[in-house]
């Protein structure tokens, strides 16, 4: 029995001889232990003893008398990192004498695309099996849908493909399903339905098609969807093809990013609406449009505090709902066809720490109610056509690190932003990142200060630069040398002049 697994394995050292006795003592069900700890090279090499109850990665239970593995938790614990993962067919028919296994982690292993042997089913009493990220291949066998005292199942970031057997639809106590970041294709299957204790689900990044099952609605104790990047997934234009998700009242997160919801542009909204405890939604590059102004219902988003919805069909102003949510702590629309001007309402979102707006087309002034935003830590206003006018209370945001401007006219106001930053002492913004725009010409011009100008306008960035950590300063047109003041920028950490034109050398 021993023998056949370890001819089938290549194992990365040399059979470790202090274990023969280990091997030989223990009683049946420890035997196959003694081989798969074999396999971890990791395990073996720290010199755990004889008493593989005792070693890492491994739980017995000792409840009649008789020891009994009850977890296997072979994980590789440097990740995807080659020099510590185990390698070789996975679960040898000799696995089945561990009969007692509750717990079995193989996770960052590499099975070199070999397949999950069908008699994984008979591993009755596993209740947690963890398969992702080892490289397996070929399909899911129905088998699995024997293991009915599963509670979590990954075969995340694999090779496995083919359509999901209806059998996982048996498996009535998970807890805790993914599947993302795989070959599965076909359709979700409505077997799913049945899991009803699903707290996790996530089918991102394969290759579904074909609609939502409507019974997908059922699962009323799923905290966590993520169905984005399935780019076949289809809604049909009836009216009703968002219907199902209005059942998911507990989710706290909903990824739909990437999956075509054109034909459910006119009530994605209300639907989303009858998720009251709805924290994070990401529903990026989605091609909706038409996204109403104004709302006819009341919103009852208020535990939203990130809300992506970047990449979708506005083509209008600000919607004026957005500013009830004042919950969020991140929102971002970037390239999402918004014109008009940033309302003074952008001041309601007290919370917000992540604000990209970026790739619209925004017109300027912009608000000064910007400034009340004291927890903002990013913005991204790059891309639009603000003009030259930083309201000057951005200076007073004691939090942001990553100011990105890209493609703008260097402010008007940087003048005093500067001065500003130099008389006063206490509330120095630090600003990690700095990214200035395409149209403006940084010129080396004496010690420890920059001049820009900008058509025609001359401004200088003196004593900010010592508090900058990292300057992007890529595609502008940057004519002369590189500055001699970057030498003084004590805080710098990265420096980005690419796509630029030097004239001088350094
Ligand atoms: C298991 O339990 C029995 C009785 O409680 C005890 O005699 C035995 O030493 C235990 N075995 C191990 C390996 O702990
Ligand atoms: C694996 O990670 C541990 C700490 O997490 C580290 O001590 C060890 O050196 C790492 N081993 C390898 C081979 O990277
Ligand atoms: C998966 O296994 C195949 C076949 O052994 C191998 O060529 C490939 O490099 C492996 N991939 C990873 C990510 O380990
Ligand atoms: C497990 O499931 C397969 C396919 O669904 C079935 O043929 C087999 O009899 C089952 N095995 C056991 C041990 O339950
Ligand atoms: C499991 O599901 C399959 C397909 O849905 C079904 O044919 C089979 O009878 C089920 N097995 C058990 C043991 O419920
Ligand atoms: C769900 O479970 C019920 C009851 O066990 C069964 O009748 C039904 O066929 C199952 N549905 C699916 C789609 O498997
Ligand atoms: C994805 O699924 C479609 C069928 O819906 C199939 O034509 C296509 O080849 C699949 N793509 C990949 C990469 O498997
Ligand atoms: C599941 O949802 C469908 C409609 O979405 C409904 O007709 C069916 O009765 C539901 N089943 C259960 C068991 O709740
Ligand atoms: C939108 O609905 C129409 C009609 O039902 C259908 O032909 C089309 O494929 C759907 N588009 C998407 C992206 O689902
Ligand atoms: C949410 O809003 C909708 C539409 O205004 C309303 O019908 C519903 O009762 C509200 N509450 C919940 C918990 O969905
Ligand atoms: C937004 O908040 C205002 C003030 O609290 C309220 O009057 C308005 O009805 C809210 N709008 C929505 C769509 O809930
Ligand atoms: C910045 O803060 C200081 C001190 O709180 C205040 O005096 C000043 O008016 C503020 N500047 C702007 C532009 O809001």
Known sequence: MATAWRSRLRFRERWPLQYYRCYYQLPADLVMLCWLIMMAFLLVEEAQGDDCCAWNGVVCHNRTGRVRVAELNLQNPNGTEEETTLRGELLH????????????????????????????????????????????????????????????????????????????????????????????????PPHLENLTNLHHLDLSDCNFSGTIPPHLGNLTNLHHLDLSDNSNLYFPKDGHSLDWLSGLSSLIYLDMSFLDLSNASHNFLSTINMLPSLQQLNLCFCSISNIPLSLNFHLNLTSLTTLDLSGNIFTSSFPNWLWNLTSLS??????????????????????????????????????????????????????????????????????????????????????????????????????????????????????????????????????????????????NELIDEIYEEFRYLAGLHALNLSRNYFKGTR
Request: aromatic letters at 8%.
């Open 93 to 188: 028919p000799s696995l089945l004498s561990l009969t007692h296994l509750r717990n079995l982690n193989l996770r960052f292993n590499d099975f070199e695309r070999t397949q999950i042997p069908p008699l994984v089913g008979s591993l009755h009493k596993l209740s947690y099996l963890d398969l992702s990220w080892s490289n397996l291949s070929g399909i899911i066998p129905p088998h699995l849908g024997n293991l009915t005292n599963l509670r979590h199942l990954d075969l995340s970031t694999s090779n496995l493909g083919g359509t999901i057997p209806p059998h996982l639809g048996n498996l009535t106590n998970l807890h805790h399903l993914d599947l993302s970041w795989s070959k599965f294709s076909g359709t979700i």
């Open 330 to 475: 991140s929102l971002q629309l970037k390239e999402s066809q918004i014109g008009g001007k940033l309302p003074i309402e952008i001041g309601n979102l007290i919370s917000i720490t992540y604000l990209d707006l970026s790739l619209n087309l925004l017109s300027g002034p912009l608000p000064d109610t910007l400034s009340k935003l004291k927890h903002l830590t990013y913005l991204d206003l790059s891309y639009n056509l603000l003009g030259n006018s930083l309201p000057m209370g951005i200076m007073n945001l004691s939090s942001l690190s990553t100011l990105r401007l890209i493609n703008w006219s260097i402010p008007h106001s940087f003048g005093n932003f500067s001065t500003m930053i130099s008389t006063s002492n206490e509330q120095l913004p630090s600003f990690e990142v700095l990214e200035m725009g395409q149209d403006t010409y940084p010129i080396y011009s004496g010690s420890e200060s920059i001049t820009l100008i900008t058509k025609g306008d001359q401004f200088t960035f003196s004593s900010i630069l010592y508090l900058v950590k990292s300057i992007d300063l890529s595609n």
